[in-house]
């Protein structure tokens, strides 16, 4: 892949020249905007996140949820329990990456991760770093789906500016330890990432050196670590990409979770990877055939009857290198929506229905989608974690642009399965008019038969204090608008009618259901007149009494100026007791909250915050439940530096 690596390389550089640049060095130390962490095998050694200011803002506190596969999958086609999804995502580039979002909608909000099992945060260059911990932001999301996520290890050729010795540096023993596995060991578990994926391509190594490799991805591996090997060292130490499982990389292999087989594969050659990881006692889809759709996205050729013959069990997994293409390559954020959706969906944008001449049918129609909705509460805003402004309850608190994965929701399972006659309704996510977040589900058209539309695969037992709330609006009229719950073999549905041209808060019990499962939420619409639908939030939750109480300790850690008007402070608090889902800070200017931003952290960099005529700004920090139930807020007041 060196031609790969050269634009990664080129393309970080020059990113990090130029912000260099644009930062008088005298202002460079006063800058309170913490990154995510990078480091060369000499400089993690002496990495401690007890010195390192920015590790606080580097930790991700979403424990890895549960996913399990919906009572009715969407295709028929897909295959469940056989290959796994690896995608290789580069959110930025190495240096200078905001910890915890930035001012700005434009950016890669994952959000098909019903279809991902692992995501490997790429990234890496000679110039910058070679070893890459996650942001805490993409770590949030992932987790919250069921998703794990890897940091990356970019050892990369002597042509990209790689050096023999920075291998040597990375396995070097003292005693039976690896000092630089332990420190990585040690970043992996402080920030909450799950492990490490390894891609050494630096040439000129030797079999010592190659044995020394291998017992370093075991030494890793032990701690509990995930690991995954990318294809490039041989048994060796030289750099020969095999495209296969074979004998001069099985050694690896033995030793990680994973092998990402590099792009060049063919039929025979992945047929005999599946074979020899059998003879290993190893699953063949621990082997993930590599895609590489940086340039083409859904247009790149793929010999996709290898990897997925028809009628048999599929051959690996998949690993996709660079799936935000859709992004990359869009012109608009609907734009992007609308690559992402054929990519994972396929170009008829329905999981149910990928019947098509198209070479690429979309990754739902191999791959059956898993949810992770498997206990109480259960919440979503329909927020994707990035937007044009943030509302909370109904009421815009902020028309400033922005990006944070923290706070993304759990997404519809099925986008978009809508079931009926004739013309049917258009499901959408609406950045326009959120209710809780940046976006919010809307429904749009003029069915002329019941419209089905399917929304959330769950597995959720329900308790005798179980209830379904949803939030929506609607023009005009009757909103011709019901919610169709699953629950065991029962369909029960729930009229939503009734004129509401604002937003309007339904709450249904359901206690007559202990005991059974809720396997699915959906919308039918009625025939009838056009419709415009908006949905702020749908939740099935046990109600709580009492609020979360509030954080304690706010302190504000630093101050820097902007402007002549503006600041932006790092603030850091103690947890509130309890489950907290995230933390919001707010601005009161006296006569209105303005939303500043979120985390599900102790620490958060604010980067813009109005002062007064008289230099200061009051700030209120609240803690937010699973069940979105808001503790009292926790003040600070900040005084602006000159």
Not at 12 to 31: H, M, R
Not at 93 to 109: E, K, R, V
Not at 427 to 454: E, F, M, Q
Not at 501 to 529: D, M, N, Q
């Amino acid at each position: 892949m060196p031609t790969r690596r050269q634009f990664l390389v080129l393309s970080s550089t020059a990113a990090l020249a130029g912000l260099l640049s644009e930062t008088p060095a005298s202002a460079a130390d006063a800058v309170a905007q913490p990154y995510a962490s990078y480091w060369h095998p000499a400089t993690i050694l002496h990495w401690d996140p007890a010195t390192d200011r920015d590790a606080r803002y580097n930790r991700s506190t979403v424990p890895l949820a549960k996913r399990v596969v919906p009572a009715r999958p969407a295709n028929a086609h897909a295959h469940a329990g056989e290959a796994r999804v690896q995608a290789l995502v580069a959110y930025a580039p190495t240096s200078n990456n905001p910890s915890q979002g930035s001012l700005d909608m434009n950016y890669y909000a994952t959000n098909y991760w019903q279809y991902i099992d692992e995501l490997v945060f790429w990234g890496g260059s000679a110039s910058e770093g070679l070893i890459l911990a996650p942001n805490p932001t993409v770590t949030d999301a992932a987790h919250r789906n069921g998703v794990r996520v890897l940091g990356n290890v970019f050892l990369p050729p002597t042509a990209y500016g790689g050096q023999l010795q920075w291998v040597r540096d990375f396995v070097k023993r003292e005693g039976d330890r690896f000092p630089v596995a332990d420190k990585m060991i040690q970043a992996a578990r402080y920030c909450g990432f799950d492990g490490w994926f390894l891609n050494q391509e630096t040439a000129g190594g030797n079999t010592q050196l190659a044995q020394d490799m291998r017992d370093f991805i075991g030494y890793l591996r032990r701690s509990g670590l995930r690991i995954i090997w990318y294809d490039a060292m041989t048994d060796s130490g030289s750099v020969s990409w095999q495209n296969a499982l074979t004998a001069r990389n099985r050694m690896f292999f033995e030793q990680s979770d994973e092998m990402f087989l590099n792009f060049w594969w063919s039929a025979q050659g992945l047929a005999n990877s599946a074979a020899l990881a059998r003879q290993m006692n190893r699953s063949p889809y621990d082997l993930a055939s590599g895609v590489d759709v940086e340039a083409n996205g859904y247009n790149t050729s793929v010999d996709w009857a290898s990897v997925f013959p028809e009628g048999r069990p599929h051959t690996t997994s998949l690993g996709f290198y660079r799936p935000e293409w859709t992004f990359k390559s869009a012109t608009s954020p609907a734009d992007f929506y609308a690559r992402d959706n054929r990519f994972w969906v396929g170009p008829n944008g329905d999981p149910a229905n990928t019947t098509t001449t198209a070479a690429w049918k979309g990754v739902a129609h191999h791959i059956t989608e898993l949810t992770p909705i498997t206990s109480l509460p259960f919440v979503t805003n329909f927020n994707t974690g990035h937007g044009k402004k943030f509302a909370v309850n109904g009421t815009v608190r902020s028309t400033q642009a922005w990006n944070n994965l923290s706070l993304q929701d759990v997404l519809p399972t099925w986008r978009w399965s809508v079931t009926g006659t004739g013309t049917k309704v258009v499901p959408s996510l609406d950045w326009d008019d959120p209710y809780d977040g940046g976006t919010a589900l809307k429904i749009t058209g003029t069915p002329v038969s019941a419209n089905d539309v399917r929304l959330f695969a769950t597995s959720v037992k329900l308790t005798g204090e179980s209830q379904f709330e949803i939030v929506h609006r609607t023009g005009a009229g009757p909103s011709r608008l019901q919610a169709v719950l699953r629950i065991g073999a029962i369909e029960k549905v729930l009229d939503l009618g009734g004129v509401s041209g604002a937003w309007r808060r339904s709450v249904f019990p359901l206690g007559e259901h202990a005991g059974a499962t809720l396997t699915e939420i959906g919308l039918r619409v009625l025939p009838g007149a056009a419709v415009t639908a908006s949905i702020g939030r749908i939740a099935v939750a046990d109600p709580v009494m009492t609020p979360p109480a509030a954080p304690s300790a706010v302190q504000v850690e630093q101050v820097s100026r902007t402007d002549a008007a503006t600041v932006s402070a790092r603030l850091t608090w103690k947890r509130a007791p309890g489950s907290v889902r995230q933390y919001r800070v707010h601005q009161w200017t006296g006569a209105e909250r303005i939303f500043l931003g979120g985390t599900t952290g102790d620490a958060y960099f604010v980067p813009a915050i109005a002062l007064t005529p008289g230099g200061t700004a009051s700030i209120e920090v609240e803690a937010v439940s699973e069940a979105f139930d808001v503790s009292p807020p926790a003040r600070v007041s900040i005084t602006g530096t000159a």
